[in-house]
């Protein structure tokens, strides 16, 4: 699926609020982050199982990284007004997440 070719179709006032709006959601998942990862400790494991569990992953289901290059991204398609590019990062961010996009 093309993302940039649907998102084209959006009017630029959507655009600019949707990129906004993912910037915050983004900015606030860092925030988090850092707060669970100043307090998180390992877990203990079980290495006699080889049983694969369905949890979430030790590290979430996207990295720190992830969603720092793409604060980083949005802030300069924010700054630059570049909306579209602005919402296919958010939308491929979000894709890691699990929605169906």
Known sequence: ???????QHLDAEQARAFVRAARHVIDALLIEAERVRAV?????????SAALTAATPAGGW????ELRVT???LAEAIAAEK?????????QLLRGVGGVL
């Open 1 to 7: 699926m093309n993302l940039s070719a649907i998102i």
């Open 62 to 65: 996207l990295s720190h990284e």
């Open 71 to 73: 604060a980083q991204r």
């Open 83 to 91: 909306w579209v590019d602005g919402a296919v990062w958010a939308l």
């Open 40 to 48: 998180q400790t390992p877990e203990r494991r079980d290495y006699s």
